[in-house]
């Protein structure tokens, strides 16, 4: 792959992880006003099946093989509620743990799983064993993690009369 390639798919994937501190903001705002967090994360479910529909229109996407469904394992279906699982506990933990605190402990997370995920090849993925290099670079996004909840000044309380 050429850089300009590498330099694309690093500025997505940037794109696809500033997005997530953004939608849990919103998030939270909006489970406060219907009441309950669960409520905003069903709507926040109900708004991506809306804008996704016509985009898939659009494209002109063929349906799925009705053969692949009906054989598919039962673990390939559970994408979303590990998506109802983030939300719900991001719409959570964020107002407790601030937006930085929340998403510097979800990346480390994050890093963790994905380490495990490579080296033992789960769900189909090709395996890439982990190294020195890939433990010490997490043991220092830890290290950020630990920085960024705990280094930081007590948070600032909105007083109204």
């Known amino acids: ?25 919103i998030n939270v705002n909006l489970g406060r006003g219907l009441g ?24 002109r996407l063929p349906l799925p ?15 979303g509620a590990f998506g109802v699982c983030f939300i719900s506990l991001a719409l959570v933990l964020l107002p407790k743990l601030g937006a930085s605190g929340f998403m510097a402990l979800a990346l480390a997370g994050q890093v963790v799983a994905s380490l495990l995920l490579d080296h033992f090849g789960w769900f189909g993925l090709a395996e890439r ?6 433990v010490f670079g997490a043991v220092l ?20 009369g």
Not at 4 to 14: E, F, K, P, V
Not at 36 to 56: D, E, G, K, R
């Open 36 to 59: 309950h967090p669960l409520w905003a994360t069903l709507a926040s479910l109900v708004v991506s099946v809306l804008v996704l529909l016509p985009i898939m229109l659009a494209l």
């Open 129 to 134: 064993q982990v190294t020195l290099p890939k």
């Open 65 to 79: 093989s009705l053969a692949f469904i009906s054989k598919a394992s039962l673990w390939m279906w559970t994408g």
């Open 141 to 160: 996004l830890i290290a950020g993690v630990v920085l960024i909840q705990f280094g930081a000044t007590p948070s600032k309380t909105l007083v109204t």
């Open 1 to 25: 792959m050429s850089t300009l390639h590498w330099a694309g798919l690093i500025g997505l994937a940037m794109i696809a992880g500033a997005v997530v501190p953004f939608q849990s903001a």
